[in-house]
């Protein structure tokens, strides 16, 4: 058993938008992703997810307000809350949510991916 | 709605093995403890549990080996293994667990807390 550096994970991958998974407790999966640019507005009503920043800045756009979170902080958007993450420089996150959250919750787009990688 | 910054909460309290309740999310607790010295070993039946260290050095002493835990790493005791926190300086850190979880499981310690602040 050995500790996981989110660091060295996200060394792993370049690709924005496409988070891998890392580990997996209690129904719940940690992943870890690359941003930058605009994602789209979209929900989950069942799951609660969280966003927790390691690097660059996180702009979480919601229909009445919007979130900044920096290094070192994380967000909770609870569930059936529109949610748009955007990021203007490249930002790494740590996500947390139940296993089988659909990547782009109520809406299908060109990008929206049906399974998540392991690293 | 704002983001959580975990050093900003972290200066909200100074004792140790005291953790306290920053979130919660899909049944499970988001706890940040301060940690010195060593804890007792112990191990929870039905409950993973995330140690993420912010700061110091975290040795999470198991049966048969010893994990090491620094800054930006996170390790998941897995259900039923028995641990023992440990850290020779004051080490911070985020802890991620079913709402619920027995702070020190199966074992009953003068320090044992029943519920946890929150902050």
Do not use: C
């Not at 209690?26 to 994602?39: D, R, S, T």
């Not at 909770?76 to 996500?95: I, R």
Request: hydrophobic share 40%; proline share 4%; glycine share 6%.
């Amino acid at each position: 058993m050995q500790a996981v550096n989110l660091e060295k994970k996200h060394d792993l991958f370049s690709e924005h938008w496409s988070p891998k998974r890392i580990g997996v407790l209690n129904g719940q999966q940690i992943l870890l992703a690359k941003i930058q640019g605009e994602f789209v507005f979209h929900k989950h009503d069942d799951e609660d997810e969280l966003f927790m920043v390691t690097k660059g800045r996180l702009v979480m756009e919601l229909r009445e307000e919007t979130v900044v979170v920096e290094p070192g902080e994380l967000f909770v958007v609870p569930k059936g809350v529109e949610h748009k993450p955007t990021a203007e420089e490249e930002t790494h996150l740590l996500l947390f949510e139940p296993l089988g959250t659909k990547h782009t919750g109520d809406v299908q787009a060109d990008f929206t991916l049906e399974s998540y990688e392991e690293l």
